[in-house]
């Protein structure tokens, strides 16, 4: 199994490029089986997540090609198994956008579910009532939801709490139910805004895009869109940034949209970092000042996301003094901290609040991945840490950042896979 080794307190300088979001990818490719034609997907970033989801689409009897220039060609016209098996749906939860399209498509689908996580059950609940509310029948048998819903009728939903994954799975088949539906306490993630686009290019009818409230009118049919470039991922952005500023000198941190990452830069600017922001770029200068210590939570867009939350706690272990963590979109999402602690850290946990006691000289050590972003705070205490630390189980962190190893190391990183 690959591991990464990394040669810690190399100073970072240059220039780093970010890939299309993982997190807009996999709705866009779940989006291509409504359009029932070839789509070509540019902006793909390389993971083991993209892959999972176009076997997924293969399975269905869609046909997937990657192409050299980090795009993807999808054709469904031929889409005829509104399956998705356990296999496929069990190593990623975002399998289970394909809920919505083939309904919409179908009428029915059988999509396994999803299954827990390394920190926490995820439930679907939200998915399954939004749908219900549509008029689809939904039952659950041997694990799997089977479900129908050939004629689906515009309905108003209101989620407890907000939910991407929800948001696009309800939506993509509200836009063809008959009437208005409309979804109370939507996300309004960029990436979600993005999954919206598409398909009002498809033909639905969807307004509100970027606020909580979506109004969909629905269509009765949909138009064929033949290329999208996928947004780029303000997780892997956020991620360079924040490594950018525990161990950089001057960082440029290329092809981003700096205002999907405005809660991040105040995070960084509350920390003594010194930001520059251009337009589709920003920069990390280092100053001889200290790191402050901050206390901030999570929440959803434009908040702080859960997803850098574990990023930032490995920075705030280089800060001057005592800072907080609330994680308040996963209670448990935590199991970073006993893997960082591991590297000289001190961190305590208190119901779902970290206490990160700063100004930690930090000490290579043999460290585990968890899940996706814990195995990315990992990289950037080790960055940080003096000596060699090995990360095992790099498989995690494939599945969410292109090629890391590679652009950590354009900016003097020393980080090698090993086997
Ligand atoms: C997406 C992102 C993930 C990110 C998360 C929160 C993708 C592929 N993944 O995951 O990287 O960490 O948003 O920003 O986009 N919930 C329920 N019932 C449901 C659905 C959700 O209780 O049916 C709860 C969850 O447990 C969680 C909260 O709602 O507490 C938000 O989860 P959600 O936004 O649905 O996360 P995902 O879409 O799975």
């Known amino acids: 199994m690959d591991y990464f080794e990394i040669n810690g307190l190399k100073k970072l300088n240059g220039i780093i490029n970010v890939s299309g979001a993982k997190n807009a990818v ?4 779940a989006a291509a089986i409504l359009n029932k034609g070839s789509l070509k997907i540019s902006n793909v970033p390389q993971l083991s997540d993209s892959i999972t989801m176009s076997r997924l689409l293969e399975e269905m009897g869609g046909k997937v090609k990657f192409n ?15 399956f998705a098996p356990y296999d496929l749906v069990k190593t990623m939860r975002a399998s289970f956008y394909v809920l919505g399209p083939l309904i919409a498509r179908f009428g029915e689908a059988k999509v396994s579910l999803p299954g827990g996580c390394a920190w926490g059950p995820r439930p679907v609940d939200f998915h399954l009532s939004g749908l219900e509310a549509l008029g689809v029948k939904i ?8 479900a129908n819903g050939k004629n689906l009728i515009g309905s108003e939903i209101h989620f407890p709490k907000i939910s991407v994954g929800a948001t696009g799975n309800v939506l993509m088949a509200a836009i063809v139910a008959k009437g208005t539906t409309t979804i109370n ?3 309004s993630e960029p990436e979600i805004q993005q999954l919206c686009e598409i398909l009002n290019q498809m033909g639905a ?41 525990a161990s950089g000198e001057e960082v440029e941190v290329v092809n981003i949209i700096p205002t999907h990452l405005d809660s991040v830069i105040d995070c960084l600017k509350e920390a003594n970092i010194n930001v520059i922001i251009k337009k589709n770029s920003i920069i990390i200068k ?9 206390n901030i939570e999570t929440s959803e867009y434009p908040g702080f996301p859960t997803d850098l939350q574990a990023q930032w706690m490995a920075l705030m272990c280089l800060a001057k003094g005592t800072s907080t963590i609330k994680e308040n979109i996963y209670f448990d999402r935590f199991t970073h901290i006993m893997e960082l ?6 961190i305590k946990l208190e119901d779902s609040v970290a206490i990160i006691e700063g100004d930690k000289s930090l000490v290579g050590a043999d460290v585990m991945s968890t899940d996706i972003r814990a195995s990315a705070a990992l990289i950037i205490a080790a960055l940080s840490a003096k000596g060699v630390t090995k990360i095992s189980r ?23 896979r090993k086997k």
Request: some cysteine.
């Open 26 to 29: 996999l709705p866009l490719m």
């Open 68 to 82: 050299s220039d980090n795009s993807i060609s999808l054709d469904t016209s031929e889409l005829n198994k509104p």
């Open 139 to 146: 039952s659950i048998e041997n694990g799997y939801v089977v």
């Open 185 to 187: 306490n939507a996300a």
């Open 205 to 245: 009818n969807i307004s509100g895009i970027g606020s909580n409230t979506l109004v969909i009118e629905g269509v009765d049919n949909l138009d064929l869109v033949s290329n999208v470039s996928v947004i780029p991922d303000r997780i892997e952005a956020g991620t360079f940034l924040i490594a950018a500023a």
């Open 286 to 294: 280092s100053s001889k000042n200290d790191i402050l210590p901050t």
């Open 341 to 346: 602690n591991r590297l000289g850290c001190n």
């Open 394 to 416: 790099v498989y995690h962190i494939d599945r969410g950042y292109d090629k890391i190893e590679e652009k950590l190391t354009t900016i003097g990183a020393e980080i090698f």
